[in-house]
């Protein structure tokens, strides 16, 4: 089934801190583990290109589509992010949604 693509959508950060009990006690956990997985992955990652040897000015990028992996050597072009957006709270977002005429 091909992904259904939504042009309406509007994404708003959300500031954790904001969230209730359990709420946020699942979401502290879910992003313990994906903190693990990311550490696992870039280590992986690094010794990998490593073990390669990709030349000066390149880097190796990885694709897991599938459960499969993929690599490829590219130009190493890589930017610096600029300065996150504000962070809101739940109720901000719902109440800014609310102001939209949209319903969440």
């Given amino acids: 089934m091909a992904k259904a693509q939504r042009s309406d959508a509007t ?4 500031d954790p801190s904001t969230l209730d ?9 879910y992003k ?15 010794a990998m290109a ?3 040897g ?4 390149k880097r190796m990028v990885f ?3 599938f459960g499969k ?8 072009d890589r930017k610096t992010k600029g300065p ?4 809101l709270s739940l109720s901000q977002f719902m109440a800014m949604q609310g102001a939209m005429g949209k319903r969440a």
Avoid at 38 to 45: L, M, P, V
Avoid at 54 to 57: A, K, L, R, T
């Fill in 11 to 14: 994404w708003i950060e959300i």
């Fill in 21 to 29: 009990g359990d709420v946020l006690k699942a979401y502290k956990g």
């Fill in 32 to 46: 313990d583990l994906y903190a693990s997985m990311k550490a696992q992955r870039t280590a992986f990652e690094d």
């Fill in 50 to 52: 490593a073990s390669a």
């Fill in 54 to 57: 990709v030349p000066e000015g």
């Fill in 63 to 65: 694709g897991y589509n």
């Fill in 69 to 76: 992996l993929s690599v490829a050597i590219v130009d190493d």
């Fill in 84 to 87: 996150a957006p504000a962070k």
